[in-house]
């Protein structure tokens, strides 16, 4: 199992027990794929430096996990199939 990090943008428009799922799906949906979530960092809405799909603000949160190698593609599968993620970005820190 190795050490990744996850910074994922949720849609800003949705109500704020909507946004808590989304982080909710994606921390379950690391567990489902074998791994462990050591820490959630919520930063909360942010303004974007340009609009992404005609939207200005965006939900970050930041996730340090530990995986197997083979539940990264299911997690980026899941970041790019479901509505509420905007973007996402999985990587290892050094």
């Known amino acids: 199992m190795r ?8 849609d800003a428009r949705l109500e704020e027990g909507d946004i808590q799922k989304a982080v909710d799906r994606f921390v379950d949906a690391i567990g489902g794929a074998g791994g462990e979530v050591a820490k959630v960092d919520r930063w909360g809405v942010r303004r974007f430096t340009y609009e992404i799909n005609h939207q200005k603000d965006g939900y970050y949160f930041v996730t ?13 599968r899941t970041l790019q199939i479901s509505d509420e993620f905007i973007r996402g970005k999985i990587v290892r820190p050094e």
Do not use: G
Request: net charge negative; charged share 15%; no cysteine.
């Open 3 to 10: 050490r990744y990090e996850a910074m994922v943008i949720v």
């Open 64 to 76: 340090q996990f530990t995986a197997p190698d083979s539940a990264v593609a299911s997690l980026t």
